[in-house]
């Protein structure tokens, strides 16, 4: 399992000697890394060049390559082309996939999401009234989350971490945060799909035209609070643009640890589980287990991984 998550910042120039991409860095030494071990590579840099080879051999590896604008934010990315020898027959599944079985895989995943919400806030300030309430929805959320439940417990669970005036999608550090921090979650699940053979397009519950990702965009809902986790010891430090520590930070929350199936797993790891449990649920149409992560207590405040 590849496990390395690059960021450029100073990429003069990107290419291929054997099997290692090598990093000529504007007044550094020359970085070199076997590609077998690269799972993300963030480009914050604009005038890095690259070779063709060095594309071709990352979507050969299923490695996700995205590209940041002036303000740091993922905007664009490259996804690897073909990467399963059945993707005609995952397609036929997914479009054939039953609708009660994926309705029940959404209940599911949104119980998990307020229970790794309501996780988050015991980790973070203990808030009473928030718990109580946040332990109520998830235990009634219904199947399709008819109640919207989700968007409920998302407004209260906000208001908890960053404060009553806290409004989600305005230009704010927290918010830009928040952004970033989603969008490398998202990337990640994006290329286990991709690699699996998925058509992301094709979602269990999202269903937007719009978003070529409807996929990635339902598993990544119990992941979502790591994010907000991590940002709640970190308010003070957010500015606009994001600091490199920050987005550091946010970029290794891949390396930190959920647990599933009684295991700790990295999170990276985490989402190639699930998105392995969803295969073979939907090649089956059968929903025996369909394992989601649990978020524990991290030491976000201790020196960096």
Known sequence: MSYKNLIIRNGKFLSML???????????????????????????????NFSSRVLTELSKHGVILLFCDNSYMPTSFVLPYNQSYNQSKILRAQICFSKQ???????????????????????????????QYLSRYKNEVEINDTKNLEGIASKMFFSALYGDDFIRFTESGINLALNYGYSVLHAAIIRHLCVMGFNSNLGIWHSSEKNAFNLASD?????RPLVDYLLYWHQDDLEVPLSKDIRKKLVQLLKRRVKMNQKSLTVEYAMEQVVKNLLNIITTNDFKEFSLPEIEPIQFLENEL
């Open 18 to 48: 054997d099997s290692q991409l090598v990093v000529k860095r504007r007044g550094e030494e020359t970085l070199s890394i076997p590609i077998e071990d690269i799972s993300i590579i963030l480009v914050e840099d604009p005038y890095s």
């Open 219 to 223: 598993l990544i809902e119990p992941f």
């Open 101 to 131: 079985i994926k309705a029940e895989l959404w209940q599911k995943i949104i119980k998990q999401k307020i229970n790794n919400q309501e996780s988050v806030i015991r980790y973070c300030n203990n808030d009473d009234y928030t718990i």
